[in-house]
């Protein structure tokens, strides 16, 4: 046998098998979707957060060859849905999936298009206003 080759440990296999798993689940499609159109030619593309832990372990186990091996491994994937982004007509908005906010600063962050909108409107008839 060739002393080059170096034999796979059984954790090895364990933690390869796993993360192929999560791989699978957790691609850049999760995270942004796959956009969708409707009939009055809105886009809507899906945005989600993706959480996930992993965790391994294992041990030999006598003095046999070969040695008896004990072990496992888990994972788990959490996957929040958080906006859409909204496209029609070139505009781009975000749209929050209704989750109540965590903090002040998250309720503040949510408010900030609404104020933006509504500062421009006053601007915006403000200008009209002077062009009268």
Do not use: C, W
Request: hydrophobic share 35%; aromatic share 6%.
């Amino acid at each position: 046998m060739d002393n080059n080759v170096q034999k796979s440990h059984p954790l090895d296999d364990l933690m390869r098998s796993t993360m192929e798993k999560i791989h699978e689940m957790v691609d850049t499609n999760t995270i942004v979707g796959q956009p969708i159109t409707t009939p009055d030619g809105v886009t809507l593309i899906p945005i989600s957060k993706v959480s996930f832990g992993f965790a391994s372990g294992g041990g030999d186990y006598g003095n046999t060859q070969p040695q008896n091996f004990g072990g496992g491994n888990g994972a788990g994937v959490k996957i929040d849905p958080v906006a859409f982004l909204v496209i029609k007509d070139g505009t781009t908005r975000v749209l929050p999936v209704s989750v109540p906010p965590v903090s002040t600063v998250d309720r503040v962050v949510e408010m900030v298009p609404d104020i933006l909108d509504k500062v421009e409107k006053y601007f915006d008839k403000k200008q009209e206003k002077e062009d009268f």
